[in-house]
């Protein structure tokens, strides 16, 4: 099946710091999503984003099909933004929707 | 907007006693998918269903089965529990549309998770 790997696994932030993230896939896809693991286990849906740049507020995402990678930028760090980040994909075919996950990034992000 | 509502949020079972996590979609999403987070784990797919037919499996143990019934929502029957089982089971929701290259399913949206402890 296909592969998904993250990196880096931690990071430490200072508020107002910027990082960025990012997600190697090992097949074409036909949709990749980033989500953020808050600290009460919840899954929020970040960006859909199987291709091309998006931008949300101080987060923005690049994915480049054709070299399997995506990233995921932050910029101006919170410290509600610490949890987990992780990138799944739809590798499509007979199985579109079901998600593989990475082993996703932990984000601590202090005052 | 509505959300996928999982219920109950929390449940605590004893060893080889059953469970079921039900799972309500969002309105007119026609597709329902079964996550399992183990501790310090990303989540793992475990079944899928569109339009109330079981369209992928992943790795489910037997114990466990799956159904969606005619208004959507599905539920997820868990028997002969195991302390292994304890984990975070989110529900997520999607709509498949059809395109020249064949299906695609669109932004997955998930449940806030139930919470099973075994014990």
């Known amino acids: 099946g296909i592969q998904v790997e993250q990196s880096p696994p931690d990071l430490i932030l200072q508020e107002g710091a910027n990082s960025t993230l990012r997600c190697n896939f090992s097949?074409?896809?036909?949709?990749l999503q980033w989500f953020h693991q808050n600290p009460w286990g919840q899954l929020i849906n970040l960006f859909y984003i199987p291709s091309g740049t998006k931008q949300n507020g101080r987060l923005s995402a690049t994915t480049v099909a054709t070299e399997r990678y995506s990233l995921l930028y932050i910029s101006s760090s919170q410290t509600t933004d610490s949890g987990v980040y992780f990138c799944a994909v739809d590798a499509g075919g007979t199985s579109y929707g079901k998600l593989t996950f990475g082993q996703g990034t932990i984000l601590t992000v202090h005052p | 907007a509505a959300g996928v509502i999982q219920s109950p949020r929390h449940l605590i079972k004893e060893k080889r006693e059953t469970a079921t996590l039900k799972c309500y979609p969002i309105?007119?999403?026609?597709?329902v998918y079964w996550y399992q987070q183990g501790p310090g784990q990303d989540p793992q797919f475990l079944i899928s269903f569109y339009e109330k037919m079981q369209s992928d499996k992943g790795s489910i143990p037997d114990r466990f089965s799956a159904q969606q019934f005619s208004d959507y929502h599905s539920e997820l029957n868990m028997s002969s529990l195991e302390l292994g089982d304890s984990a975070l089971y989110f529900c997520a929701s999607s709509s498949i549309h059809g395109l020249a290259g064949g299906p695609r399913a669109d932004t997955e949206y998930f449940g806030p998770g139930t919470r099973l402890t075994v014990l």
């Open positions: 097949d074409s896809v036909n949709n």
């Open positions: 309105p007119r999403h026609d597709t």
